[in-house]
């Protein structure tokens, strides 16, 4: 067999029209739509785009927005399940389980006409910041929250969370976190849930296998790792060690590098301008200086140690973003997760629409 790629590096695997990269100019857009742009739609307008292809008209809009709303209740029998989910486990194992149980309440599982597809996806998209919050406030020991049909997917969100309506700049942030979260071509997840499609299981299936590759620390659970990396340097002037340490024990720094990106992942940007305006209006600049200031030392470590800079990635600054969020560490990864379900789907649709089971081959040694 010719040469192996050590992590499939550089290798073209299938053809899609969801999302382009390009790595070397720092860009990304989905369906053909900039990603900055979009950041500026609704997540509802973005999750139909990725869903169905196109933009939706405003009544077109209006009506998946409804649709949407009228599925963000969970069946009554999940809240037992949900209950029973509770005894001390990570957030997104607690995910992974929530959302194996729903599709047993879901009457087209196994029904996969593509009009059943899309009812599952609207019933997925829908159902998983519910159920984020409700297993989040199983955990900290409080009553979950019903969903407020007045808020948009985000705002809704947190306030099923913690029981505030957010303010306009959070609602905001959480809106453009889902988005920017919402697709990113073949990535760990994404490759895995449509090797799950490609044998044609259904749609939870796929979904489930998608959570458990985002896990993993060198994918979406990077953006714990952030969080958790903030709380440990604790101020800015402690960055250049926490830095130096973790170098000279060649140990990663959370949220830097990319397999794709070799300047400045445009995901970063958008995050990071956000940071610094909820930095501001929370008044306490401490977690985007301390970032800012890490960012700044990992550019010129890097020059210096391999000649060539190392750039944040997208869980850098919505690591940030969710410190001002009160979003707990635990639960970054399942949040991650809200916004890449609809990308997920996306994927699983293309690969149902033009299927062949993909199997690669070892080489043996
Ligand atoms: C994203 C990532 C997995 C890409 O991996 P990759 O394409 O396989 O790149 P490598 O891990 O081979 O990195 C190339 C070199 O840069 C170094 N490097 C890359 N990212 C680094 C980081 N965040 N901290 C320290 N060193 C890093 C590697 O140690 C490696 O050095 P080596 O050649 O001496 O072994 C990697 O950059 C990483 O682990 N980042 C931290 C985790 C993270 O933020 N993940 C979220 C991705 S969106």
Known sequence: MGDIK???????????????????????????????????????????????????????????????????????????????????????????????????????KDIHSPEANINKAIRLVAKFPTMVAALERNRIGVEPIGPNNDLSHGANFLYMLTGRIPTDLEAEAIEKDFILSAEHELNPSTFSLRIAASTLSDLYSAIICGLCTLKGPLHGGARKGVMDMLDEVISPDNAENYIQDKISKKEKIMGFGHRVYKTYDPRAQVYKDIARRISLENGDTVWYDMAEKLEHIMYHEFIELRGKPIYPNVDFYSAVVYKYLDIPSELATSVFAIGRVSGWIAHCLEQYSDNRVIRPRANFV
């Open 6 to 108: 050590k992590g499939l590096e550089g290798v073209v695997a299938l053809d899609t029209s969801i999302s382009f990269i390009d790595g070397l100019q720092g860009i990304l857009k989905y369906r053909g739509i900039e990603v900055e742009h979009l950041a500026e739609m609704s997540y509802d307008a973005v999750s139909y785009l990725l869903i169905n292809g196109i933009l939706p008209d405003e009544q077109e809009l209006t009506d998946y927005s409804s649709r949407l709303k009228n599925e963000r209740f969970l069946h009554h029998n999940m809240a037992d399940v949900l209950k029973i989910c509770e005894f001390g486990i990570e957030s997104l194992d607690l995910l992974r389980t929530a959302i194996s149980c729903s599709a047993h309440f879901d009457t087209e």
